[in-house]
């Protein structure tokens, strides 16, 4: 394998109920109930504007799709500095193990403001050669195109690509782009169908990394 593409959301980060539970919060005020662990079985990895469309076509919401992108990025933002958002167990010490000897990036749908100053705020963005976020392609995860253009930008060929996700959503984006697949993910197992390496955590997936990353 030639490079390594993270997931952030759920994958390097802990950050799957801290959504949920603000996601939960915000469509409360606009008279949507939904509980956070209801958010989190149907949309875990779904992009935010998706998540916003979906809403928005099923409830009377008074905001165009990128206003309540907007809206829970302000309170996304506001609850990091209130709560933080805590890194995956393993997730330093895989970046570091990989760091320097293949390129590295970081392949999400999440928010490039988010992402690179959670990045920065726990002192690993100086570690990735890349950070190619949802707003830099036209159709986000589960579409295969931003493993394209991440492949494209780091002069590798999809299937010398390794991508490490947590998600339904973005897995099939990997496995639809040809990249070979690890899943992490001890809460809901998935993805039989599309890969042999699948994990419960990262300090697995990192004790097993020969059979993922050589083989």
């Known amino acids: 394998m030639q490079a390594v593409c993270f997931d952030f959301d759920g994958t390097l980060v802990d950050s799957e109920i801290f959504h949920a539970q603000n996601w939960s919060q915000y469509l409360s005020g606009l008279n949507i109930q939904i509980s956070a662990h209801d958010f989190l079985a149907d949309f875990a990895g779904v992009p935010w504007e998706k998540v916003a469309h979906h809403f928005s076509s099923i409830a009377s919401i008074p905001h165009s799709t990128s206003n309540v992108v907007s809206d829970m990025e302000r309170l996304t933002y506001q609850a990091i500095m209130e709560r933080g958002i805590p890194a995956k167990h393993g997730a330093f010490d895989l970046i570091k193990s990989l760091h320097g000897s293949l390129p590295l990036a970081v392949v999400t749908g999440s928010p490039r403001n988010y992402v690179e100053g959670i990045l920065a705020h726990l002192g690993w963005l100086h570690y990735f050669d890349h950070v190619f976020c949802g707003d830099d392609v036209a159709n986000n995860k589960p579409a295969p195109e931003i493993y394209q253009l991440a492949c494209r930008?780091?002069?590798?060929?999809?299937?010398?690509?390794?991508?490490?996700e947590d998600s339904q959503t973005g897995a099939q984006s990997a496995h639809s782009a040809g990249l070979r697949l690890v899943v992490v993910n001890d809460l809901h197992p998935f993805g039989a169908e599309m890969t042999p390496y699948r994990y419960d955590n990262?300090?697995?997936?990192?004790?097993?990394?020969?059979?993922?990353?050589v083989a």
């Open 153 to 164: 930008t780091l002069g590798v060929p999809e299937y010398q690509a390794v991508a490490i």
């Open 202 to 213: 990262l300090m697995e997936a990192q004790a097993q990394q020969a059979k993922w990353l």
